[in-house]
């Protein structure tokens, strides 16, 4: 019988407590064979992109492996049940006082993992709920909209708001981002409380088993 592969509709559901550590990369030229379909998390540090996955995978520890010293600089990939589909932890942008050329080096890698990885479905950028659309999250948006990379938002710590002022943060967010053809979703979300999860999940399967986007190179 040929194996199940992403997009196999007759395929088990994708279990995300299934994700496994798979390898880091430093660039795209170390990434596993482009084949299959992956999702990548974006955000900038401290912003609750660990404990997101952490959450969606059921993993306390999953994420973790992306925080050890020598990783934070580092693309790190997850496998799932369904054999070719991936998450993938992009490191944190920001992450501590780096200097500039580091920074730059972080960027270049970034743009190329972006631009040049054909099996990428789409992008999940995480950010407190409390402080959205920081510059770096601009970026990651433009650079979206102008690729054609489908984009998931999940609006995190929503926790820490009451739900008055996270609903009210989730409009204003929405009317910052209207017109804009990327955003596929955009979901109020606590690693906490457990909010958010089986929407994001349900995202994510649709990516999985979605066929390639257009890509467009982003100018
Ligand atoms: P990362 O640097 O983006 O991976 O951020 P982490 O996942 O490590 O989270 C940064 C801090 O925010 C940690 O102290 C987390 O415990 C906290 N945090 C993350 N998500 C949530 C959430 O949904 N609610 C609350 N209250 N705290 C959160």
């Known amino acids: 019988m040929p194996e199940s592969t992403a997009g196999d509709a007759a395929a088990k559901p ?19 064979t482009d084949e299959g379909s992956e999702v990548a998390f974006a955000g900038r540090s401290n912003a609750g992109k660990s404990s ?6 059921v993993n306390s520890k999953l994420a973790r492996t992306s925080k050890t010293p020598g990783r934070t600089r580092l693309i790190n990939f997850f496998t799932l049940n369904r054999p070719g589909c991936r998450l993938v932890d ?8 780096v200097a500039k050329d580091m920074q730059d080096d972080w960027q270049q890698h970034l743009d190329d993992y972006l631009s040049r990885r054909e099996c990428l479905r789409g992008l999940v950028l995480v950010m407190d709920i409390r402080h959205p659309l920081q510059d770096f999250d601009r970026m990651m948006i433009e650079w979206c909209e102008h690729s054609g990379l489908p984009l998931m938002i999940l609006a995190t710590k929503a926790d820490k708001l009451k739900s008055g002022q996270a609903k009210q943060a989730m409009l204003r967010i929405r009317k ?16 906490l409380k ?13 990516w999985l088993e979605s066929e390639p986007h257009e890509i467009t190179v982003a100018p």
Request: aromatic share 8%; proline share 3%.
């Open 14 to 32: 994708i279990a995300y407590n299934s994700a496994r550590f798979l390898t880091s990369a430093s660039k795209v030229a170390e990434c596993p």
């Open 52 to 57: 997101a996955i952490n959450a969606i995978t």
């Open 90 to 97: 992009l490191p944190g942008y920001g992450y501590a006082k």
């Open 176 to 191: 910052a981002l209207e017109g804009l053809e990327c955003v596929e979703h955009l979901i109020q979300f606590s690693a």
């Open 194 to 206: 457990k909010q958010g999860l089986d929407t994001a999940r349900d995202a994510l399967t649709g």
